[in-house]
């Protein structure tokens, strides 16, 4: 079945340091949604991507979803201790979510 | 305030004990569903429903029971509950997406469940 790949599983940055996270797919997705889970927290809807090639951001964040629309990307800029948790992306009407990357800030 | 609430939030049972982890919400979506979340598993879609009396099984199905006689609940029940089942679980709502315009999810704050 469809599912989706999100590389890496954990990540550990210092605070000022960029951090990138990467969701792909098999085959062609729709649309692809991003989450983040804080610690002892639930998901939060972040974004959704909808077009091939399109670009979004939210402050120091910015969202790709590639020209195939096989993959996406997340990219946060100069982290800090409040980015810290799960990003997850979530793939097209199957509701299927990928494992998740663990972002830890180093102070 | 839109929200999805489940209940209990915390649970300490027995294998064999049957027992049921409530949800609703007020946002009159259509669509609401469970995961289960494991470490290094992320997160794994137990059932879904679509409407009122529409149920459907997700990846890990197995062991769990879901209803949907009214739009605003999803209870999950686990009829005989085995310490495989000691997980965190969420619940979650939408809107019906059409085309190519899924829904964002709106979840939970979670039911930490361990089964001894």
């Known amino acids: 079945g469809q599912q989706v790949m999100q590389i890496p599983q954990y990540q550990h940055v210092q605070e000022g340091e960029d951090f990138t996270t990467y969701c792909n797919s098999s085959?062609?997705?729709?649309?692809i949604q991003w989450y983040k889970q804080r610690p002892g927290g639930h998901p939060v809807f972040l974004i959704q991507?909808?077009?091939?090639?399109e670009v979004k951001k939210q402050k120091r964040l910015t969202f790709q979803f590639g020209e195939a629309k096989k993959n996406s990307s997340l990219h946060i800029t100069a982290t800090q201790t409040t980015d810290v948790g799960t990003y997850f992306c979530?793939?097209?009407?199957?509701?299927?979510f990928g494992k998740g990357t663990r972002l830890h800030i180093l102070p | 305030e839109a929200q999805v609430t489940q209940n209990p939030r915390y649970l300490i049972t027995v294998t064999g004990k049957k027992l049921t982890v409530t949800c609703s919400q007020n946002?009159?979506?259509?669509?609401m569903s469970w995961y289960r979340q494991d470490p290094g598993l992320g997160l794994r879609q137990i059932y879904y429903s679509m409407n009122v009396e529409v149920t459907d099984k997700g990846d890990v199905p197995e062991g769990y029971k879901v209803s949907r006689k009214e739009k605003r609940n999803f209870p999950l029940i686990l009829e005989s509950p085995s310490p495989n089942q000691t997980s965190l679980y969420f619940c979650?709502?939408?809107?019906?997406?059409?085309?190519?315009?899924?829904?964002?999810?709106?979840f939970g704050d979670g039911t930490r469940l361990s089964i001894l």
């Open positions: 946002m009159n979506h259509e669509y």
């Open positions: 979530r793939a097209d009407d199957k509701i299927i």
């Open positions: 991507l909808v077009k091939s090639g």
């Open positions: 085959t062609t997705l729709s649309n």
């Open positions: 979650a709502s939408s809107l019906i997406g059409t085309g190519a315009l899924n829904q964002p999810q709106h």
